[in-house]
């Protein structure tokens, strides 16, 4: 399997780190970083995008309350700006065929929106390879 986004010359500052199927991109300077996790899934089983999405994200943040900022990105559903006491996060899941990717950002609450637009970005750019 393999994804590609941005390539990263083309975002001033920032680095990625990669760890077996883990994808950390990140600012040094910045204010949070965007993992990504990767998985094969087998060739039999029904990918439900947003079951999926859902469960992942309620990993981390267990009273979501509402999936009304579930959005289509390519390839997958972003559930954007979910925020508790001190975070505010960002989740996705992004699908090719048995290729999976889950995605999440997450940043003090003041700080968000500081790097929104540049994770958004990022994530619309994907491409599988």
Same mark, same amino acid.
Request: charged fraction near 25%; proline fraction near 2%.
């Given at each position: 399997?393999?994804?590609? %986004?941005? +390539?990263?010359?083309?975002?001033?500052?920032?680095?990625?780190?990669?760890?077996?199927?883990? #994808? $950390?991109?990140?600012?040094?300077?910045?204010?949070?970083?965007?993992?990504? $996790?990767? %998985?094969?899934?087998?060739? *039999?089983?029904?990918?439900?995008?947003? *079951?999926?999405?859902?469960?992942? $994200? =309620?990993?981390?943040? =267990?009273?979501? /309350?509402?999936? +009304?900022?579930? /959005?289509?990105?390519?390839?997958?559903?972003?559930?954007? /700006?979910? @925020?508790?006491?001190? +975070?505010?996060?960002?989740?996705?899941?992004?699908?090719?065929?048995?290729?999976?990717?889950?995605? #999440?950002?997450? @940043?003090?609450?003041? *700080?968000?929106?500081?790097?929104?637009?540049?994770?958004? /970005?990022?994530?619309? =750019? #994907? #491409?599988?390879?």
């Amino acid at each position: 399997m393999g994804f590609e %986004f941005l +390539k990263l010359e083309q975002l001033k500052e920032w680095e990625k780190i990669v760890h077996e199927n883990k #994808t $950390s991109i990140y600012n040094p300077n910045g204010f949070g970083v965007l993992q990504v $996790s990767e %998985f094969t899934i087998p060739k *039999d089983y029904k990918l439900n995008l947003f *079951d999926e999405l859902y469960d992942f $994200s =309620s990993e981390y943040i =267990s009273n979501i /309350k509402s999936y +009304k900022n579930i /959005k289509e990105v390519p390839f997958g559903l972003l559930l954007d /700006k979910i @925020s508790d006491i001190k +975070k505010t996060w960002l989740f996705a899941i992004l699908n090719n065929d048995r290729n999976v990717l889950l995605l #999440t950002y997450n @940043s003090n609450n003041q *700080d968000f929106f500081k790097e929104h637009e540049i994770i958004l /970005k990022i994530i619309n =750019s #994907t #491409t599988w390879s």
